[in-house]
């Protein structure tokens, strides 16, 4: 038989002065001491972070601070920050070293010496890898999804990031001595809401081949060492990018000109990047200045970009978009008697190629396309007007333009994902097609009205401008000029703000044409 067990009285007697419940006492009393300490730390902590000079200097250079709460850089200026690399071992782990630390302090001491030689106007701020933490990820898809969490955390306009990759010894058992410096960059919405196009994550060309260990002597005084030049291309890209922002393309030009002619990169260490950036400024100038000979020297940029990387989802959209442009003719008339029907054919087929060609998803590359596809459908409506295949034209133009208004109100893109749709600039141009075309071809201006509204919400100022005005012309078509008058007015006090004298004139001009209130 098993003994009887001591009764409740018994065991308290125990107990009572034993040494199990000395050592109960002597825990319970340290865990109190170690709770009231870590409460009187993390009352100091908010102490300190109470004060603004101190909470910024800890949240920049307290390692665990600095990523759980960093401090967001100034959005009144053009941001820039450079995270410290990420070192990959050739098994695929990913660890954070003192290499990959040193190789981004080295870039950017580069990256900082570039901004100051040129002597800005633009306000900018950059960080250092000393004031961020790693983006992490064993592949550039990987990094890219982190890198635009990061971006948007510390609110930089331009994140610069990048993977420390081992090689293979040459001998079993043997220590590499080198690897592979894959630098990359990530383009934020928060500061290119009015360049949506360049948003995403970039390669900055081939991998670099680098000593490990990283010693700093080993690039000091060595101008053209690859790591050197490809930090002064940079820092060129960057200024370029941060004039691209503001619709400044003839300076953006400019710089991604210079950043091409930074000696020791050749186009085989993949300066696609440049020629891509090279072709968007010039479309983009094209647009402006309804100039075609910016769309061919488009053309000439995109080609150079493919013939180093054909499968560039991205310069194939751009090639899309400049053959497009030329399939129009004269850019400032924009009759039906100079579109090329075979230029629109060959755009429609880029496009399509685009479409099909892998890309990072940030690129937003299938909503590009849609849009692009539903221009050109709606152009070849109105060439073929008199003909019976132009209702078919049309309606596969709403069809294009309604996709991106459907993935955008349903919070996923056009293809399905649950990724919100972010370029809402293309977004609010499919609005404003998708308004033309009730206004034009369904004869129901009530119904184009919110279609353009929706569009002003969503586009950049200078469009803003634009289908302002659209909307002055839909309310003076309906006998209301006192709404026309509303539109055309805010039209023009955009126009002024952001000195776009076309639009002033439009808008004066509409204006005058209204009777007296």
């Known amino acids: 038989m098993f003994p009887a067990l001591p009764s409740m009285h018994t065991l308290r007697t125990l107990l009572r002065g034993s040494l199990i419940r000395t050592r109960s006492l002597w825990i319970f009393g340290k865990a109190r001491w170690l709770v009231g300490l870590a409460l009187a730390a993390l009352g100091t902590l ?7 000079e101190l909470n910024q200097q800890m949240r920049t250079e307290i390692p665990g601070l600095r990523c759980w709460f960093p401090v967001p850089m100034d959005d009144a200026k053009f941001t820039v920050a450079l995270a410290p690399f990420v070192e ?6 990913v660890r954070i070293t003192g290499d990959g630390r040193e190789l981004a302090r080295l870039l950017f001491a580069r990256l900082e010496a570039g901004f100051e030689e040129l002597e800005l106007d633009v306000p900018y701020e950059l960080r ?8 992490k990820g064993a592949d550039r898809e990987t990094r890219a999804a982190a890198a635009e969490t990061a971006a948007a955390t510390l609110g930089a306009d331009v994140l610069i990031y990048g993977a420390l990759v081992q090689e293979a010894a040459p001998d079993a058992g043997a220590v590499s001595q080198t690897a592979q410096l894959q630098p990359e960059f990530y383009v934020s919405y928060r500061g290119f809401a009015e360049a949506a196009d360049l948003v995403g994550p970039y390669d900055l060309g081939r991998s670099l081949r680098v000593n490990v260990p990283v010693r700093s002597r080993d690039l000091e005084g060595i101008a053209d060492h690859p790591v050197n030049t490809r930090a002064r291309a940079l820092a060129l890209i960057a200024l370029g990018l941060a004039s691209y922002a503001v619709d400044d393309y003839q300076q953006a030009y400019d710089y991604f000109a210079a950043a091409e002619a930074v000696p020791n990169w050749p186009d085989s260490a993949g300066k696609e990047l440049i020629y891509l950036l090279l072709g968007n400024a010039s479309s983009n100038l094209a647009t402006i200045t309804l100039d075609s000979i910016y769309a061919e020297e488009a053309l000439d940029h995109y080609d150079r970009a493919l013939a180093i990387e054909p499968a560039f989802a991205r310069a194939l959209v751009g090639m899309a978009g400049a053959t497009y442009q030329l399939a129009l003719g004269d850019l400032e008339t924009r009759r039906s008697s100079g579109v090329d029907p075979a230029l629109l054919d060959e755009a429609e087929a880029l ?3 685009a479409l ?3 890309a990072p998803e940030a690129a937003e590359i299938p909503l590009k396309v849609h849009f692009g596809l539903g221009q050109v459908f709606l152009v070849r409506h109105y060439l073929y007007a008199t003909d019976s295949e132009a209702d078919g034209w049309l309606e596969q133009a709403r069809a294009e333009f309604q996709s991106i208004v459907n993935a955008y109100e349903s919070g996923q893109t056009s293809e399905g994902d649950k990724t919100p749709v972010r370029n809402t600039d293309i977004v609010g141009h499919a609005y404003a097609r998708l308004g033309l075309i009730a206004a034009q071809f369904d004869q129901d201006p009530a119904a184009a009205i919110p279609l353009y509204e929706q569009a002003v919400r969503l586009v950049t100022p200078r469009w803003q401008a634009f289908y302002q005005i659209d909307l002055g012309d839909l309310y003076a078509r309906q006998n209301d000029p006192d709404a026309a008058r509303s539109h055309f007015e805010e039209a023009l006090a955009i126009a002024e703000l952001y000195g776009n004298e076309e639009m002033v004139q439009r808008a004066e001009t509409r204006l005058a044409e209204l009777p007296s209130p």
């Open 46 to 52: 908010g102490t300190l972070l109470g004060v603004p």
């Open 88 to 93: 990959v071992d050739i098994n695929g782990r």
């Open 128 to 135: 250092s890898p000393d004031q961020t933490c790693p983006v």
């Open 351 to 353: 496009y399509r190629q």
């Open 356 to 358: 099909n060609t892998p």
